[in-house]
């Protein structure tokens, strides 16, 4: 109830477009739109108002209101929720962090909704689109790729014996994550965490700049196992080192044409400018405000980790064959 209450007082402060006291329903000569349908305290609920509430819905939602009883139960809603928020400023919810925290939230979306309502998707023309197509061949011509995921170990004698006991039960995906993360030496923790994952490669005569840095070795391992969630049956040596490859996904050529992508990139070539549109007046704001940061504080900030799970309940991890 608190928090309804403290919403409500938000969306009263911030959304209600009804008189205040002291001030008039409307102009003169407004005729019926000023009339008073409802009065709450000192808030009143004109026709203006109540036909505002209604245009706010899609076409079909409001033709339910040529219903004289559902003109009536929405008058009665708009009553009620008014009454919700005049006790709710009254019990001072209107002072609470929380409840200028939202009020802030809604004042900014306001103001983005006004510096940003000229950008229209419509806008972007078929040469800016075009231009985009053409900068960018890399996102709507790609070569066949594969997923690939490793194990790497300095010690090629337990690395043999942990791929002779995975290849035993190869597609067993919980199996290869569990050996991951308790015998991978890989300094990638992001990697590690996401049961080895190097990404997408093409084939090496197709090998693009956008595409994850992968020794060729391991490359050429990825594109020697036949199907998906199977294993390279060879440990494959990388300065040293010894991999495990496992081939996790694939996905086809991507040949799109600019008429199957117009649209998509007129969209994000409306979200940039949106982005840019906002970035240049923060920038203004910045100049004309005293803005002060103390990056170096978030240091001192510590992030609570994960839960760690309980013993008890995890998996016993794999435990390579012993070697002579």
Not at 63 to 69: D, H, I, L, M
Not at 96 to 120: F, G, H, N, W, Y
């Amino acid at each position: 109830m608190l928090g309804f209450l403290a919403m409500a007082a938000v969306l009263a402060l911030t959304g209600c477009k009804t008189p205040q006291k002291g001030e008039k329903g409307g102009e003169e000569g407004e005729g019926e739109d000023s009339a008073v349908l409802a009065k709450v305290g000192d808030v009143e609920i004109t026709v203006s108002d109540f036909q505002d509430t209604i245009n706010a819905y899609s076409p079909y939602l409001r033709q339910k209101y040529n219903s004289p009883e559902m003109r009536k139960k929405k008058l009665e809603e708009m009553v009620e929720f008014e009454l919700l928020a005049l006790e709710a400023r009254n019990l001072g919810y209107a002072d609470e962090a929380t409840v200028q925290e939202a009020l802030k939230q809604q004042l900014v979306r306001e103001l983005q909704e006004e510096i940003l309502s000229d950008i229209k998707l419509e806008d972007i023309t078929e040469e800016e689109a075009k231009a985009y197509y053409d900068a960018h061949p890399e996102k709507y011509h790609k070569p066949p790729q594969r997923r690939l995921a490793h194990i790497v170990m300095s010690d090629q004698a337990k690395a043999q014996a942990l791929l002779d006991e995975l290849m035993k039960d190869e597609t067993n995906a919980v199996l290869w994550r569990e050996s991951v993360m308790n015998y991978s030496e890989s300094s990638d923790s992001h990697s590690k965490h996401h049961g080895g994952d190097l990404g997408y490669v093409s084939k090496l005569e197709d090998t693009t700049d956008t595409e994850p840095a992968v020794d060729d070795a391991l490359v050429e391992a990825a594109w020697a196992i036949e199907d998906v969630g199977h294993l390279h049956p060879e440990l494959v040596e990388v300065s040293g080192q010894w991999h495990i490859i496992k081939l996790t996904s694939t996905r086809p050529a991507i040949d799109r044409t600019f008429d199957q992508v117009r649209r998509q990139i007129q969209s994000i070539l409306w979200k940039e400018k949106r982005e840019q549109a906002q970035q240049d007046f923060i920038e203004k704001l910045e100049k004309e405000n005293q803005v002060e940061v103390n990056y170096e504080l978030l240091d001192e900030i510590e992030i609570p980790g994960p839960k760690v799970p309980d013993p008890a309940q995890a998996h016993a991890p794999v435990t390579p064959a012993k070697t002579e």
